[in-house]
């Protein structure tokens, strides 16, 4: 009976040490990724917002109030906010008076004119942030936005010629050996590889509900490389086509990326930092 009665108190006291743990965490939302690209149709910001926020949930590093990505485009918020502002516009050229205009929030230089282009430090409206934060119950938003899809010099400088020679192929020619080897060094001079790169380019935010401040901030490349082995200057194995499994690969690479930095930040005490 008493080994029943310690396995029931401890047992309470890992749940009420787990409960109050978690609310020790800031609270937060996940945001939907804004698409900066001209592939904003293929929904690929829906599909890495709920692959990140799935490995979000399983590390167990963050404090959620909701378990679902938030679907606000504050995006489109900002640009409505910004549209009525610029009717002020008609009537400072009317007037001669152009103090009421550029004395406004909207023309703060630490106000971010963007989602996607605001930087650490910058504002985001606190009339859209401190709503969704009062809506959600959170302190903070984490917010993402695509910046790139696809191939460029963007995903690796490394990979911006794309056919290459193999390592060994290079060194024997360059040191001579290609030539001493004889036929046996022509071969190797012969052997190359076309290496082809896709990737995801995310932009990542963490911004205080409260005041709409930016408090954190970074760059990621998630990438899926593919490589086909030639000789002769002709394709003898593999393929640097790309393809849709390609795009998927990209896809869970970069939101594990994504996820892997944000948990790093979190555990490191810099993602909520101010």
């Not at 990979?159 to 046996?184: D, E, I, K, V, W």
Request: aromatic share 8%; hydrophobic share 45%; proline share 1%.
């Amino acid at each position: 009976m008493k080994k029943i009665l310690a396995l029931l108190v401890l047992g309470f006291f890992t749940v009420f040490n787990s409960v109050a743990s978690a609310e020790e965490k800031p609270t937060c939302i996940f945001m939907k990724f804004t698409d900066d690209t001209r592939f904003e149709k293929v929904e690929s910001a829906a599909s890495l917002s709920d692959l990140v926020m799935e490995k979000l949930i399983a590390s167990g590093k963050f404090n959620f109030k909701e378990t679902q990505v938030i679907n606000e485009d504050m995006e489109k918020l900002l640009y409505d906010f910004r549209a009525a502002e610029f009717k002020n516009v008609a009537y400072a050229v009317n007037s001669g008076n152009f103090d009421a205009l550029f004395e406004g929030p909207g023309y703060n230089e630490n106000m971010a004119q963007s989602i996607a282009t605001a930087t650490q430090g910058q504002i985001i409206l606190p009339e859209i942030t401190s709503k969704i934060g009062n809506q959600h119950g959170a302190e903070y938003l984490i917010q993402g936005t695509i910046r790139n899809i696809g191939t460029g010099g963007w995903v690796d400088m490394n990979f911006s010629n794309a056919a290459r020679y193999a390592t060994q192929a290079m060194s024997l020619a360059s040191s001579g050996l290609g030539s001493a080897l004889g036929p046996l060094g022509a071969l190797a001079g012969a052997i190359g590889q076309d290496v082809a790169a896709f990737g995801i380019q995310a932009d990542l935010k963490v911004i205080k509900a409260s005041t709409g401040e930016v408090i954190w901030q970074k760059v990621v490349v998630g990438k899926k490389t593919k490589k086909a082995l030639k000789l002769a200057g002709m394709k003898v194995a593999g393929s640097t086509k790309l393809d849709n499994q390609m795009y998927t690969d990209a896809m869970n690479i970069a939101a594990q990326l994504i996820a892997d930095t944000l948990i790093a930040e979190a555990d490191a005490g810099k993602l909520f930092a101010q």
